[in-house]
T-cell receptor, first 115, second 113 residues
Framework: ETGVTQSPTHLIKTRGQQVTLRCSSQ?????VSWYQQALGQGPQFIFQ???????GRGNFPPRFSGLQFPNYSSELNVNALELDDSALYLC??????????????FGPGTRLTVT | DAKTTQPPSMDCAEGRAANLPCNHS???????VYWYRQIHSQGPQYIIH???NNETNEMASLIITEDRKSSTLILPHATLRDTAVYYC??????????????FGKGTHLIIQP
């Protein structure tokens, strides 16, 4: 186990609603990245947070937003949910320098279903 | 980041060495090779990474060819718990903003009893 925790484990929402997913990073890590993994695909990078600011972003629209807190935990918020947002959402933590490389430690994910 | 090519699936007998290939023929001099695996319904797990020298840790060995155009991840004594999708990722160590890991489809390794 990596020490990265995510909540909730599973979630069902209706199209148009908003959702907040949470992540607690591994002890000693100050950087959090979020990924979306559709069924049968590899994870896709959403964004990364460092020092409570967005430090990099993948090809996702602005309705995907996030926060990082002083204790390095993080939230992913998705507004105006669409059916295609149904996926496994993964959080990964790292130290800043290791994360700029590629050594990241993933949580178990939150399975979001949008109906 | 350079593109990688991996076989979609492989089988290996339990107790034998599993050798997973990855082709990265367009890799540039400052790009590292990373390996992750994802066991069903879990988050990806970091395994190992290297630049040009062979690397070994408690999980696996990474063999990178001299021209760096391909690499092999070796699980020396595969167990049923090693059944997973294995991802080979090539990336530069960024000095600026982060761009995240780029996962392809990976290799689905099935360990047979």
């Amino acid at each position: 186990e990596t020490g990265v925790t995510q909540s909730p484990t599973h979630l069902i929402k209706t199209r148009g609603q908003q959702v907040t997913l949470r992540c607690s990073s591994q002890s000693g890590h100050n950087t959090v990245s979020w990924y979306q993994q559709a069924l049968g695909q590899g994870p896709q990078f959403i964004f990364q947070y460092y020092r409570e600011e967005e430090n990099g972003r993948g090809n996702f629209p602005p309705r995907f937003s996030g926060l990082q807190f002083p204790n390095y935990s993080s939230e992913l918020n998705v507004n105006a949910l669409e059916l295609d947002d149904s996926a496994l959402y993964l959080c990964a933590s790292s130290s800043f320098l290791a994360g700029l490389g590629g050594e990241q430690y993933f949580g178990p994910g939150t399975r979001l279903t949008v109906t | 980041d350079a593109k990688t090519t991996q076989p979609p699936s492989m089988d290996c007998a339990e107790g034998r060495a599993a050798n997973l290939p990855c082709n990265h023929s367009t890799i540039s001099g400052n790009e590292y090779v990373y390996w992750y695996r994802q066991i069903h319904s879990q988050g990806p797990q970091y395994i190992i990474h290297g630049l040009k020298n062979n690397e070994t840790n408690e999980m696996a060995s990474l063999i990178i060819t001299e021209d760096r155009k391909s690499s092999t991840l070796i699980l020396p004594h595969a167990t049923l718990r090693d059944t997973a999708v294995y991802y080979c990722i090539v990336r530069v160590h960024s000095g600026g903003g982060a761009d995240g890991l780029t996962f392809g489809k990976g290799t689905h390794l099935i360990i047979q009893p």
